[in-house]
């Protein structure tokens, strides 16, 4: 098909390419192993786009398998331009994917979804033309509205994970999030005069909440839809991709330096001194070991507050009064004493890691969730 440019070249090369893209609609596809759904997907889609919207379908894809060969021969007969571009290095996974797309659309609308018919085709036209009738920047397909649902989110456990994923980000982005209630979805349109491509830094699968925060959309309307069955093969969410995803918070909730975080780990380091002096001076004042443990980690605690305070948030002191401060870091920092060991647990239990380096990644785990959950509740208006 002659509207279809399969490249192998490194991506700067590529990114001439897209050029060709102008219409109305870019519909971004990341592929990562679908060679079972894409021509599914082409097929439904070439049903579901009215011949009003101009629409061109752009795969960005990743794949070891057959997928872009396959994707070549089912774009033939389809309605609508359809190309591959084809990474060889999967740098920032399914949401660089998704970014190399954007930074090569020039059409007034981008739509990302999934190609394994989780979202269905018939929403795309729907989303638009949302958009369209709100001027809103971004809509959301959305699991969580009235007439939403996530039929096709398989198992209790990863129903549970997603549910305090959901509460847990929208915790920390009170207001980038505001309007979203599925930040967690991979299905959306959104304004190409909305994105400042070179702000994005994806990291893994949230690529809306990526664009939500640090684009800041204007306005946002949803759509509800529901979350189908995947079509074939299977989910390519990994373990890995739940610390990708960890790292990609912080990364969001401390867009200024990262030496803050660097800055907090040693602080953090630093604090084992003092909570080691006072463990000494109380058990050799007669106290039981337990029971000194307890107290000197406050001693601890109060170190690392002091010194945090005067160097890293000097400047977001006046949200707060200091003893209301006092009182969350020092919540939070005994919270993640407790909430390691049930980690390592399910690390080693679960996972069946070995002990050491089960404790290592659940420090660094904890680590990461209590810089964002105190800059994020001790530190923000
Ligand atoms: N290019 C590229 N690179 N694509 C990828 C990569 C990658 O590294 N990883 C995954 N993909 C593609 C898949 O091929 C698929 O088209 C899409 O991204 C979603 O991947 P799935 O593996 O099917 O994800 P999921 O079903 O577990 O998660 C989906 O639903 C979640 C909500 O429960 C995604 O939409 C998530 O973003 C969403 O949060
Ligand atoms: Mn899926």
């Given at each position: 098909s002659e509207d279809l440019w399969?490249?192998?070249?490194?991506?700067?090369?590529?990114?001439?390419?897209?050029?060709?893209?102008?219409?109305?609609?870019?519909l971004i596809v990341p592929t990562f192993n679908e060679s079972g759904n894409v021509a599914e997907l082409l097929h439904r889609l070439g049903d579901a786009l009215p011949d009003h919207l101009p629409c061109a379908v752009l795969f960005v894809d990743d794949s070891t398998d057959d997928t872009p060969a396959v994707i070549e021969k089912a774009a033939a007969d389809h309605p609508f331009p359809v190309s591959v571009l084809h990474r060889e290095v999967a740098e920032g996974g399914l949401g660089g994917a998704v970014v190399e797309g954007i930074k090569g659309a020039d059409t007034d609308w981008?739509?990302?979804?999934?190609?394994?018919l989780q979202h269905p085709p018939h929403l795309v036209p729907e989303l638009v033309g949302e958009g369209e009738r709100t001027g809103a920047d971004l809509v959301v397909a959305s699991r969580y509205i009235a007439g939403g649902s996530r039929a096709g989110l398989a198992g209790s456990y990863r129903i549970a994970v997603s549910r305090g994923a959901t509460w847990l980000t929208k915790g920390l982005f009170p207001r980038a999030l505001g309007g979203i209630s599925d930040p967690m979805s991979g299905f959306?349109?959104?304004?190409?005069?909305?994105?400042?491509?070179?702000?994005?830094?994806?990291?893994?699968?949230k690529i809306l909440l990526?664009?939500?925060?640090?684009?800041?959309?204007r306005e946002v309307a949803e759509v509800p839809f529901v979350f189908q069955e995947r079509f074939s093969g299977e989910s390519k969410s990994t373990a890995?991709?739940?610390?990708?995803?960890?790292?990609?918070l912080a990364s969001l909730r401390s867009a200024t330096p990262p030496a803050r975080m660097i800055g907090f780990g040693l602080i953090g380091f630093s604090?084992?001194?003092?909570?080691?002096?006072?463990?000494?001076?109380?058990?050799?004042?007669g106290m039981h070991y337990l029971p000194a443990e307890i107290?000197?980690?406050?001693?601890?605690?109060?170190?690392?507050?002091v010194l945090i305070e005067t160097l890293l948030f000097r400047d977001r002191r006046r949200h707060r009064h200091?003893?209301?401060?006092?009182?969350?870091?020092?919540?939070?920092?005994?919270?993640?004493?407790?909430?390691?060991?049930p980690l390592i647990a399910v690390f080693v239990a679960r996972f069946g890691m070995e002990v050491l380096p089960a404790t290592a990644l659940a420090l660094v785990t904890t680590f990461v969730l209590r810089f964002a959950a105190t800059e994020a509740l001790v530190y923000l208006p």
């Amino acid at each position: 098909s002659e509207d279809l440019w399969h490249l192998h070249a490194p991506i700067d090369a590529e990114l001439t390419a897209p050029k060709t893209l102008t219409g109305s609609v870019t519909l971004i596809v990341p592929t990562f192993n679908e060679s079972g759904n894409v021509a599914e997907l082409l097929h439904r889609l070439g049903d579901a786009l009215p011949d009003h919207l101009p629409c061109a379908v752009l795969f960005v894809d990743d794949s070891t398998d057959d997928t872009p060969a396959v994707i070549e021969k089912a774009a033939a007969d389809h309605p609508f331009p359809v190309s591959v571009l084809h990474r060889e290095v999967a740098e920032g996974g399914l949401g660089g994917a998704v970014v190399e797309g954007i930074k090569g659309a020039d059409t007034d609308w981008i739509v990302v979804m999934d190609a394994d018919l989780q979202h269905p085709p018939h929403l795309v036209p729907e989303l638009v033309g949302e958009g369209e009738r709100t001027g809103a920047d971004l809509v959301v397909a959305s699991r969580y509205i009235a007439g939403g649902s996530r039929a096709g989110l398989a198992g209790s456990y990863r129903i549970a994970v997603s549910r305090g994923a959901t509460w847990l980000t929208k915790g920390l982005f009170p207001r980038a999030l505001g309007g979203i209630s599925d930040p967690m979805s991979g299905f959306f349109a959104m304004r190409r005069s909305a994105v400042t491509a070179e702000a994005l830094k994806p990291l893994g699968y949230k690529i809306l909440l990526e664009l939500a925060v640090r684009c800041r959309p204007r306005e946002v309307a949803e759509v509800p839809f529901v979350f189908q069955e995947r079509f074939s093969g299977e989910s390519k969410s990994t373990a890995r991709e739940g610390m990708r995803f960890l790292a990609h918070l912080a990364s969001l909730r401390s867009a200024t330096p990262p030496a803050r975080m660097i800055g907090f780990g040693l602080i953090g380091f630093s604090g084992f001194v003092p909570n080691l002096a006072a463990l000494w001076l109380l058990t050799h004042a007669g106290m039981h070991y337990l029971p000194a443990e307890i107290v000197a980690n406050q001693a601890g605690v109060l170190w690392n507050f002091v010194l945090i305070e005067t160097l890293l948030f000097r400047d977001r002191r006046r949200h707060r009064h200091w003893a209301d401060r006092v009182g969350r870091f020092a919540l939070l920092a005994n919270a993640d004493l407790l909430l390691r060991i049930p980690l390592i647990a399910v690390f080693v239990a679960r996972f069946g890691m070995e002990v050491l380096p089960a404790t290592a990644l659940a420090l660094v785990t904890t680590f990461v969730l209590r810089f964002a959950a105190t800059e994020a509740l001790v530190y923000l208006p």
